[in-house]
């Protein structure tokens, strides 16, 4: 997500945001900026690409300024722009926001009636209006912060000047991190450690609904209807490479455990309880343009094809729409039947994988319609496509997809009540049932990762393996395929994913006490059927680990080893699923001395054929 710093003190304050910003650049951003209060005037500075463009822009300005707020921009609401990086300004008011505000454009309607004009497609601008109308109703800064809030639904962390008071910087969370530093004659305001770690490690760390006023003896924190609350001073003992990745070892395990939120942003502003409809408008379809679909086809790489897998069985059985998925580098070299009935849906986290931008291309050349599921806003496939599901994920810095992941199988779930909800096959009742279920995916992953001890004794156990199976049948096929995928590619350890009911037709020749199996066996209609190719695997030998749902006992006397999962939707489970085999793969590649976060041959995004 983007990164936040703010000083006030006695010392100059836009080298401090500069520094604080380079260190939060490892997390990937597409524009930066930075306001400061100088003459008693405020200034901004903005620039779309890397900080050197920033620096670039401040010099041979010769600021001397005490009091400053910086932003480096990964985008959520509108493309990477200079209009649209922070900090936005209204008025005499900056602000610099992380988070999305989910009532964003109902509010934008409302303030756009009185008059306000926008100057940016961001959700962030509508803060920085409600705070201003706020102070040209008579309040100081921190009321009009407190009282803008209170008008705002979703997730922030924000960092507020106003020109007027010079002499304070304030702050506020919710949902989202923000931590005050504090040091001689100073006072720190940022998203993430690194940021201020060369400056102090005294720092105190806010929660949700609190609000920060900084000043250069200290801060005061209060609670949203203004009571004063007292906050422990902590010490920070990271260094600076620990503190980039939160405390986690490694980007990809503190990816892992951000699962939970990165799946609540991907949901956060889409979802109408009583109604039991989805907000989707963004892939860019009118109802009668759904209503005449004859097919889908949804196309990806790697493991965002993995998630494509899924998406079919959540499509067909929602939507009733026929669904075929594809491998981007197969689909255009096949000559696809594509019509003007026909939808590509493309599946790229990065947003610029070669091979899938060639099928969005592809489809469009056929006049087919075509929309992408992509993390990255603005990139080529969310710019190529007629329309654009973004999860929200943040940006995923290990090699190895996991967070992108889960959060395009959840996407995908959102768009299958969608469709369904406009085709008439998902009733108001059912569309109410499947939202209810999906609010509560969060903290079902939330008590998965609380078991990762015991994954990591189940890798310490099987990490001398050379070869592996994975199996799973029906919409957990697809899981069996990711986890064998993430085994390979951060442990270099042969992995292969099969639908379960395939093993007899060929693999089940390699089965040995040398191949264990990882069998995904949770209660679902094919549940008999999978234990069935469990008791194969064990008439040859075979090692099985069995992930299965809590209070399945009668599975623990048939497997080596049981992995419990919460009794769940089997549309959802393949969620589930992904957790403990992503921390399986994570542990066995620790254990064999791998370099996870960056294996060896892999890109991050593959931008050639
Ligand atoms: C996943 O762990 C891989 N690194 C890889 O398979 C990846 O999913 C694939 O290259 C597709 O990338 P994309 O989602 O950015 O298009």
Redesign the pocket.
Known sequence: MCGIIGYIGNQNVVPILIDGLKRLEYRGYDSAGVAFIQDNKIEVRRCVGKLKNLEMALSGEKSFSTIGIGHTRWATHGRPSEENAHPHRVDNIVVVHNGIIENYSQLKKELASEGRRFASETDTEVIAHLIDRQVKRGLSLVEAVQEALKEVKGAYAIAVLRQEEPEILVGARNGCPLVAGLCQGGAFLASDIPAILNYTRDVVFLDDKEIITLTPEGIRIMDIEGSPIEKELSKVIWNPVMAEKGGYRHFMLKEIYEQPRAIMDTIRGRLSHDTGNVYLDEIGLSADDIKGLKNIFIV???????AALAGKFMIEEMARIPVEVDV?SEFRYRDPIIDEGSLLI????????A??LAAIREAKRKKGKAFSI???VGST?ARESDGVIYTHAGPEI?????K??TS?LVALYLLAIYLGRVKGVVSQGAGKRHLEVLSQLPHLIEKVLEKNEKIEEMARLYSHYKDFLYLGRGPNYPIALEGA??LK?ISYIHAEGYPAGEMKHGPIALIDDQMPSVVLITKNSVYDKVLSNIMEVKARSGKVIALATEGDQDIAGRVDHVFYLPEFDPLLTPVLLAIPLQLFAYHIAIIRGCDVDQPRN?????TVE
């Open positions: 990806a790489c790697g493991t965002s094809w993995h981007a493309a599946i790229t986290q990065s947003g610029e994988t091979d899938t992509c993390n990255v496939a290990g090699v190895a997809a996991t992108t992941f395009q995928l993430k590619e892999l890109a991050k995004s593959v």
